[in-house]
């Protein structure tokens, strides 16, 4: 699903503006991003959380030139939903 259908489904679910929506899962985003760069989790009760995992910077070779290349230090974020999401889930199957 893009994100223009799911705007739309989620406003007329809310019985809101698809651009009242956008600016909410914009605002959701710029939280995301703050807290990973914080590495600080975010849990969403029923929905589940958003762990931030960040990765030290490495040496790796390039095996076709042979050079030695850094590789800067990264993070990424790993979804862990919640049992009643998973349970909401599998009981529309």
Do not use: W, Y
Request: contains cysteine; positive net charge.
């Amino acid at each position: 699903m893009d994100s223009k259908t799911f705007n739309t489904r989620l406003a007329r679910s809310l019985d809101r503006s698809p651009k009242q929506v956008a600016e909410l899962t914009d605002a959701l985003a710029r939280i995301l991003c703050d807290s990973a760069k914080s590495l600080s989790s975010i849990a969403i009760p029923s929905f589940g959380n958003f762990v931030p995992t960040k990765t030290d910077e490495e040496i790796v070779i390039d095996r076709t030139t042979g050079k030695r290349l850094l590789l800067p230090p990264q993070i990424t974020v790993e979804f862990h939903p919640a049992a009643m999401l998973r349970k909401k889930i599998n009981s529309h199957e």
